[in-house]
Antibody, heavy 115, light 107 residues
Framework: EVQLVESGGGLIQPGGSLRLSCAAS????????MSWVRQAPGKGLEWVSV???????DYADSVKGRFTISTDNSKNTVHLQMNSLRVGDTAVYYC??????????WGQGTTVTVS | DIQMTQSPSTLSVSVGDRVTITCRAS??????LAWYQQKPGKAPKLLIY???NLESGVPSRFSGSGSGTAFTLTLSSLQPDDFATYYC?????????FGQGTKLEIK
């Protein structure tokens, strides 16, 4: 079964750091583009970051310089390292497979609260 | 960045209604347009990709059309399970961008 499972969310003070993880099963992360998308409470969806098949990365302007996306191919996992967290980063964070069929596989989400 | 504008923001509808949601891109995105359904507390679910391709397992009452800058999502006959929020998303380029969402409410 193709599946994504996020973990690592929690309550953190402004200026702190968190690392989110997204474990994939049923497909190989390194053979796909993988994105993170977030949703602030009561708000819409906001794309955050992508890691391409070759390992290059891209970020939304709102997180550039603070967040880092990476993969651990041995664990078939995508990570999002979040530093210098702000109250405005409070959201549910989803990872998703990003390809020809758009964001076709999503995790269940992990909640980050910066307060 | 490509801006996506959805309308309406809210729609009051009844079971059996035909529903149309519109999405416009600030520049041409060809047919790199997806539609998602999201229910409270759940992750978004892909419904349509490449503007008009139905994702596997999605009921045929959902359909998508359009190209360039104007797109529509149509539900031919609304079912109780369809009350949710719907988002369009362009994947022509990064940053990926979403419409603001359309919430279907029970009339």
């Amino acid at each position: 079964e193709v599946q994504l499972v996020e973990s690592g969310g929690g309550l953190i003070q402004p200026g702190g750091s968190l690392r989110l993880s997204c474990a994939a099963s049923g497909f190989i992360v390194s053979s796909n583009y993988m994105s993170w998308v977030r949703q602030a409470p009561g708000k819409g969806l906001e794309w955050v970051s992508v890691i391409y098949r070759g390992g290059n990365t891209d970020y939304a302007d709102s997180v550039k310089g603070r967040f880092t996306i990476s993969t651990d191919n041995s664990k078939n996992t995508v990570h999002l390292q979040m530093n210098s967290l702000r109250v405005g980063d409070t959201a549910v964070y989803y990872c998703a497979r990003d390809g020809y069929a758009a964001l076709d596989v999503w995790g269940q989400g992990t909640t980050v609260t910066v307060s | 960045d490509i801006q996506m504008t959805q309308s309406p923001s809210t729609l009051s509808v009844s079971v059996g209604d035909r529903v149309t949601i519109t999405c416009r891109a600030s520049q041409s995105i060809s047919d790199w347009l997806a539609w998602y359904q999201q229910k409270p507390g759940k992750a978004p679910k892909l419904l349509i990709y490449k503007a008009s391709n139905l994702e596997s397992g999605v009921p045929s009452r959902f359909s998508g059309s359009g190209s360039g800058t104007a797109f529509t999502l149509t539900l031919s006959s609304l079912q109780p399970d369809d009350f949710a929020t719907y988002y369009c998303q362009q994947y022509n380029s990064y940053p990926r961008t979403f419409g603001q969402g359309t919430k279907l409410e029970i009339k």
